[in-house]
Every structure is written in C-alpha cells, then in structure tokens.
C-alpha cells in the first residue's frame, strides 16, 4: 500500500508548524489546541470542563519552552497542584475549531505561581478566560514545598 | 455459573441506597460519588477538572429529583451552559474515596442561575468549593432565553 | 432555606436503590450508569470511549461487592492494568440515558482474569459488548504477578 | 511583561515541526501525541481508554491531510461512528511521554471504513494497537449512510 497524500499532508503540517513557531513573535506563550470529538458534549459545543485541559497543556507547554520537564520533578515526588481556578465562559468553541491557548504568568510566588490564560478561536476572539492559581507540593505528603530552584529561575527569566 | 457473591452485594447496596436516602434530610441536596481509576491522574490524585463533572452530575440529579428531567429539553434545543466557574480546591481526593456533591441554589433569575457546591469526604472534611453560574440559552443559537416556565417553578419550590 | 423536593427525591433514591438491589437476583453482576453531558460527544450519543469508563466502574463495584478494595492494594503497588478490549458497539447511548453494565468473569488465572461485559439500556436492549482481559501488576515494575491470594479466593467464590 | 524563552521555544517548535513532516515520509500517516496529566491515572501511566482518543485524533488529522474536514459533515448530520475496537495494549506510556500514532487503513466499504493503529514511543517501540471499524451514519437516525463521494474518492487515493 503506498500513500499518496504525502504531499498533502507535509504541506499542511508545515503550514501548521509556521502557525505554531509564527505565534511565539507575539511575546506572550501560546499553543495550538485542535477541538476533536472527546472533548464536545451532546449540546453540540466543547464540554466547558475540558477548557481547563487545554489550558494545562498550554502551561505544560510553556514550562517544557522554558526548559522545565515535569516528568523528572515527578519522579520525586514534586508536582503543581491547582490550588484555585476561575473560569469565564465567554462564547462556544465546536468540533475542529482551532484554538489558540494562552499563558501569562501573573504572580510568582515562593510555593505558587498565578496565570492568567486565554483560549481564542482563529479569528482571535476570545471564548474563554482562565485564572489559575498552582501550588507546588510534595505529592506523597500533598504539603507545600517550595518551587525548586532550578524552575523558579527560568519562570523569573520567562515573566 | 452462579453468584455467590449477591448477598453481600445487597446488602453493600441496601447500605448505599440507605446512606444516599439520609443524606437528603439533611436539608440540602447531596449527591454520591465514588472515585474510579478515570477520575485520577498520575500524581495520585482526582484529576482537579474532574470535580467540575462531579459537581454535574450533582446538579443534574438535583434537577431530577425536583422533577426536571434535561433531555426532553435538549431535544427542544434548549439547555443550561455554565458560564462562570469558581473553583476552590483544598485537600485532594484519591482513588476508590466515597465523596458526597452537594448542590445548594444562590440566586435563580429569568435567564440564569447560580449555585455553590461542596465536594466532601467520608469524614465531612471539604475538599473542594465550586461556585457555579449556568445560563439557560438556546443551543441552537447559543443566544440565551428564559428559562421555561415548569423548570422555574420547581426551581422556586426547591430553593 | 428549605428544601421542599425532599420527599420526591427520597421517593427517586428509594426507587433507584430497590432497582440496584433488584438487579442482583438475576444471578449476574450489574451496576447502574447514568449518561451525563460529560459522556456524550457532538454527535448527540455516548463517545464510544466512554464505555470502557463505564465498564471498569462495574468491574471496580463487582469486585467491591465480593469484599475486594483496590485502594489498599495500590498502596502496595498492586493494580489490575487491561492489556486487552475488544469492543462491539451495537446502539448508541444518549444523554440522560439510564444504563445497566455487567460483568460476568469467564476465565481467571494466575496472573489475569477476563471477563464479558454487557453495556444495556432500560429496555433491556444491549448497546454494547466488552471482552475485557485484565492482567495483575506490580505498578512500580509493569511487571505481571501472582493475583494476592485474598482477591483470587473470592473471585474464585464469585464465579 | 516581555518573554525571553522565546527563541528556545521556536527551536523547540521547529524540531517539533520537522518531526511532524519528517514523519509522514516513511509512507504511512503519524501524528504526534504528547501525554499530559489529564491522560495519566493513579497507577502512574496512561489511563487506557485514552489511547482511543489518541488514535481518534490522528484518524481525524489523517483526513484532514487528504483534504477532510469533518465539521463540514456533521453540519449535514454525516459523522462516522466507531462499530468495533479491538485494543491491545503492550507497554505502558507515561506522563510527559512524546508518543506517534499511526493509521493504516486496511478496508475500505461502501459505508464503513477499516483501519490499524499503532502507539509508538519515541524509540519506535509499540505500546498499543488498535484495530477500528467506523461505519458512515446519519447521525439523526443513526442509520448507516454512504460513505459521501467526496470523502471516498480521497480515500481511494490515499490507501
């Protein structure tokens, strides 16, 4: 079997790339969310719980762009933790809208960090407002500990 | 094959039924849940935008038990969007906890309503406090409209 | 505040316990679901995933019922992890939807067990069949062990 | 606020990016799937029901690369529906962990279409295969439609 949409397919994901490396210029972090099926509701639209997802994996995102994986802080035993979150649904988002999610970090803290994140549609309105307040804690006590040094550096370099 | 198991199992489920029925005299609807594997993620914890879903269903078992049933409804094309979110989480569940949703109406108007509800634990310890705005709207348009009528009135009732 | 729809709410709960109870003298393990917006897609019916949550639920109640608890186990780093689903879906579930899932163990061994599992709505009529292969864990290592004595003699009670 | 990672997230990006275009190269169609805490479950891996959104994703992105845009379809009420999934699950993924999905369609009907997929870690190795059969449906009768001329005219070119 051979596969004749190649060319499509890498014209399409370069685009894609361009958009995604293009959207860095804007000084603020932002990632691409596309909507699939998992995450709309029988109301037709993006099921409003799974805004906080995509607002994670922009965070996710743009601690990996700063340098921070969270997989070896995980391993012992470190973690962020939302604390708090308030959600503003402002308008829809529907099966395959593309989306643009946001991070601007708002406070760093000792134990905490606050951001404000955005989800927009591709003519940049804004559907969704999000502010999160994220402790780090030791998951096998679930105790505050303080953010390790190595991350609350390059979060003071990033904001 | 038989089933050994089945008085056991009733009479886990008469003690269910019958802690669910006592939790309803207490003068504010609750609701239970228990916690599966789904609702958990990889820092051994309930995933924090799981508690939105759980705060879900316990309205929408509020809604039923004042005798509003939401698909008839959506087949009308009309439903409730949550447009506001407020989540406060301090203490996490984990795997296999029984927690208890309540759901307790602050403010009902024409096209809206707003509510506060509590995520609790076995030992009534708060886990988690979610102030809820839903608007009622029109998912066709997603424009908002009034309530219906039969639901406000049982809304009125049971507040 | 008072809440006046307590008593037909304690009437519904009343209804739904004596309807779980009731379900055990078939001879076969079932448990209730009730479908949420948070299991449907814009399709309008059950996102076909989401029965797989709905099936480890039943398995988690089923073993639950026969005095097994998986928290304690997970403390010990012992988990059942699926190593193989096959799923046929037959009908679609809707929003709102009232469903009851089985679980009838067909084959336990030393390190897996695999059991079938009906996904059926109120009519009786069955929207979906798994056949789940589960596999004991050690969670630290991925690597199978022994299933714990304790779970394996009721399981072997139960079927 | 100005943001300084920025020039190490556009490298991040691009690598990224060639890794999406590089990919489609070896003649089958992949996409990218990055693990993020929603994915994961208190046993530390993926939850398994997510590979099924995994592979869903990637079946989407694979014909959005020949030229299918699906929200068009739904707009007419034609959506395909997932009849059959046998999974088969061989290692497990972790959080933070950079997985490919792959899709190879292997039959392809009047009203349904057959494909096989597979979860690859960054080193080749695969997790998962999924074998899926969705059939074409009306989805305001559920009843199975043909597959829409436009659509099986790409996917004659593209198999």
């Given at each position: ?23 860095v ?38 601690l ?27 308008a ?47 998951l096998?006590?679930?105790?505050p500990?303080?953010i390790?040094?190595?991350i ?8």
């Open positions: 079997m051979t596969y004749d949409g190649t060319e499509r397919q890498a014209a399409y994901l370069t685009q894609q790339a361009r958009q995604i490396v293009g959207e210029s804007l000084g603020e972090f932002s990632w691409p969310v596309r909507v699939y099926y998992e995450d709309t509701d029988a109301g037709g639209i993006v099921y409003y719980a799974n805004y906080l997802k995509f607002c994670e994996r922009a965070r996710t995102e743009w990996r762009a700063l340098g921070v994986e969270q997989d070896g802080w995980l391993d012992e035993k470190i973690g962020f933790v939302v604390r708090h979150v308030s959600l503003d649904l402002r829809p988002a529907r099966f395959n809208d593309f989306l643009t999610v946001t991070v601007v970090p708002t406070r760093i803290r000792k134990v905490s960090i606050e951001c404000v994140q955005e989800v927009r549609n591709v003519n940049g309105q804004v559907l969704c407002v999000a502010e999160v307040k994220a402790a780090c804690v030791n096998a006590t679930m105790k500990v303080a390790p040094g190595p609350i550096e390059v979060l003071g370099r990033g904001s």
